[in-house]
């Protein structure tokens, strides 16, 4: 198991940028690939981004692709979520989640993470 902590989060206007980080420990750090999801409220928890942490494939929603941008730092142990051009509709809590091995058809099932932060708030302003 791993333990997940974010940070960055805060409140921004529309379009700006702002970057998420997950700090990774524990005994399957090294070895866990990462993701991020969001929840708004009233709505179910939702994939943003993912990545592989050897090979470092990565995996986008369709609503994030072309403005986020996911990365690994497996020096430090930190995967980051650059968000750019941000817009009212990604305001949510953000959460990054572990698991042993991600691929392109499990990227986005959030039941199949076994870690989880604690998240952190994004609020963007109109």
């Known amino acids: 198991q791993v333990q997940l902590v974010e940070s960055g989060g805060g409140l921004v206007q529309a379009g700006d940028s702002l970057t998420l980080s997950c700090g990774i420990s524990?005994?399957?750090?090294?070895?866990?690939?990462v993701a991020w999801f969001r929840q708004a409220p009233g709505k179910e928890r939702a994939f943003v981004a993912a990545?592989?942490?050897?090979?470092?494939?990565?995996y986008y929603a369709e609503s994030v692709k072309g403005r986020f941008n996911i990365s690994a730092d497996n020096a430090k142990a930190t995967v980051y979520l650059q968000m750019n051009s941000l817009i009212p509709e990604d305001t949510a809590v953000y959460y990054c989640?572990?698991?042993?091995?991600?691929?392109?058809?499990?990227?986005?099932?959030?039941?199949?993470?076994?870690?989880w932060g604690q998240g952190t708030q994004v609020t963007v302003s109109s």
């Open positions: 989640a572990a698991k042993l091995f991600i691929t392109s058809t499990t990227a986005a099932h959030v039941k199949t993470y076994r870690d």
């Open positions: 524990g005994r399957s750090s090294r070895t866990s690939d």
């Open positions: 990545i592989r942490r050897s090979g470092g494939n990565t």
